[in-house]
């Protein structure tokens, strides 16, 4: 809705979702799924390849182990930047509780 169409008094950015405010939050939410979703369809992935080489033997076992450590680790400091992210733009005690 462009200034010309609004009611007397009413500013853009007094129209819902429309705030500076709401604008941040959202383009930070955006990033966030952004930096989520890979995680959430390799995750499943993982663990399968974690159970079929538990049910293989030792030493595929111990070479998976050790792969998914590190894709775990990979997962941590992309979830780690997606809490900074949402810092931005909420206390951060409410993100940790």
Same mark, same amino acid.
């Given at each position: 809705m462009d200034s010309d169409n609004l009611p007397p008094g009413l500013t853009p950015s007094g129209i819902p979702g429309n705030s500076p405010e709401e604008?941040?939050?959202?383009? *930070?939410?955006?990033? *966030?799924?952004?930096? *989520?979703?890979?995680?959430?369809?390799?995750?499943?992935?993982?663990?399968?390849?974690?159970?079929e080489a538990v049910r293989s033997g030792p030493d595929d076992a111990a070479r998976t182990i050790s792969s998914a450590v590190d894709t775990v680790e990979g997962f941590q400091v992309i979830l780690d930047e997606a809490l900074n992210r949402l810092d931005e733009v909420l206390d951060p005690e409410e993100v940790r509780n």
């Open positions: 604008i941040a939050i959202e383009r *930070v939410m955006e990033r *966030v799924d952004e930096m *989520v979703d890979p995680i959430t369809v390799l995750m499943p992935l993982v663990a399968e390849r974690l159970s």
